[in-house]
């Protein structure tokens, strides 16, 4: 067990909720269970745990998730919650259109019979890119991180304060029809206004995956995706709003990744920054593993003497989505895919979402400085590296930008 007590800078956040967002690797694991067996979490103060599922992770780390889920619940009756990026149809300003919110999700994958249950094929990261129309990149930043894990997060906290019973339900979103309202002529206006400029058939063609996905959000109860039976509490307010703190697992061997945190959360110009929940000064970001001085080695200690771990190798190769651009050209390039499915765990997921969903630049009409590759792709701009590079191992060496993927900042 790794030795954990107070780390709070004031007082009167130890009275305030608890949000531990667990990312599914072993260092968020060991923070979970370090404040679990030191009796740092309360479900009577409002403390939960969040996994944010991008449906790309390796199937060991979402037998690790679950596994996590269970323990957590079972022994230390802590609610621990699976959320996952969702989109629905719904009208604004006179006009149809998709919006994007949470959905909570089983501990059991998602089949025709279990529809509420998690996705793992890469579902849920296929209808943020289909709806935003690109892809996330080097170029234009991590927005599957923003989206699927940040912003997904802070929809989900935003309820979870503010039911103060644990059975009221979570309302549903979307129109009741049947069938889609989208105008696709609309739509496609609406890009254009917007300064975009990819042709209409190509433009429509990307949006199909997301207008096929579910019409609405379906209400929900929390006490459905928990085994916890707990009756939230009024929570303690400052000026009628929710004050909470967030445990995140860095180490202290990474320093890099707390400064870039700290600079976001400084940086109020940053419109990227969504960890302000309610804005400004409600979310107090702790560290305890930093504040520990815990290092890799003493993450590998802890689950070297546990008889559950969770399976992967210590290099991170494997952790989080499994072909995550931001993991440099050569740890993507030594990923062996053992999975014939064509899931976000084999290579080929990521070269047919790269290559359907990548911008031509050329098509665009837009002024290209190389014409050997005029694509933005999930590496950026006339890069001659993707994902079929990658997979086909040649040009490699000119090409590694291996970069920390910071997914959980
Ligand atoms: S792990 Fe990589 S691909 Fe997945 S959400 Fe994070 S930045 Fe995006």
């Not at 072909?323 to 014939?340: R, V």
């Amino acid at each position: 067990m790794i030795k954990i007590e107070s780390y709070y800078v004031e007082e009167y956040h130890k009275s305030v909720p608890h949000v531990v967002k667990f990312s599914g690797g072993r260092s968020s694991g060991a923070l979970l269970f370090s404040l679990l067996e030191n009796g740092l979490l309360d479900a009577d103060r409002g403390d939960v745990i969040v996994f944010n599922n991008t449906s790309a992770e390796h199937h060991k780390t979402y037998d690790f998730v679950m596994e996590c889920k269970r323990r957590c619940e079972s022994k230390y009756n802590i609610p621990f919650f699976l959320v996952e990026f969702q989109t629905y149809e719904s009208c604004r300003n006179g006009t149809y259109d998709r919006f994007s919110t949470y959905k909570l999700v089983n501990n059991k994958p998602y089949s025709e019979t279990n529809p509420n249950g998690y996705h793992s094929k890469g579902e849920i990261f296929e209808e943020l890119i289909s709806w935003q129309g690109y892809l996330p990149s080097l170029l234009s930043g991590r927005t599957c991180t923003k989206n699927m894990k940040m912003d997904t997060t802070v929809a989900f906290l935003n309820d979870w304060f503010a039911f103060k019973e644990f059975n009221v339900p979570v309302v549903r979103l979307g129109h009741f029809g049947e069938s889609s309202r989208i105008d696709k002529n609309l739509l496609y206006e609406k890009h254009l206004r917007h300064g975009g400029s990819v042709p209409k058939e190509i433009y429509l063609e990307k949006k199909e995956y997301a207008l096929n996905r579910h019409l609405f959000r379906s209400t929900q109860n929390f006490r459905d995706y928990t085994s916890v039976q707990i009756e939230n509490k009024p929570l303690y307010t400052k000026k009628g709003i929710v004050e909470y703190c967030s445990l995140i697992g860095f180490r202290a061997d990474e320093p890099l990744r707390l400064e870039k945190m700290k600079k976001r959360i400084d940086d109020k110009s940053n419109e990227n920054i969504s960890v302000a929940y309610l804005r400004d000064k409600n979310e107090h970001v702790y560290a305890p593993l930093v504040e520990y001085n815990v290092e890799q080695k003493d993450i590998k200690d802890f689950w070297d003497s546990r008889e559950w771990d969770l399976g992967l190798p210590y290099d991170g190769s494997l952790g989080n989505c499994v072909y995550c651009f931001m993991k440099g050209a050569t740890k993507l390039s030594s990923i062996q895919s053992n999975n014939d499915d064509i899931t976000p765990e084999n290579i080929d997921w990521w070269v047919r979402i790269e290559e359907k969903y990548q911008r031509d630049l050329k098509a665009e009409g837009r002024e290209i400085s190389t014409e050997e590759n005029p694509f933005i792709n999930f590496f950026g701009v006339g890069k001659k590296l993707s994902y079929s590079v990658i997979k086909e191992g040649s040009g490699l060496e000119a090409n590694d930008d291996s970069l920390p993927c910071n997914c959980t900042d």
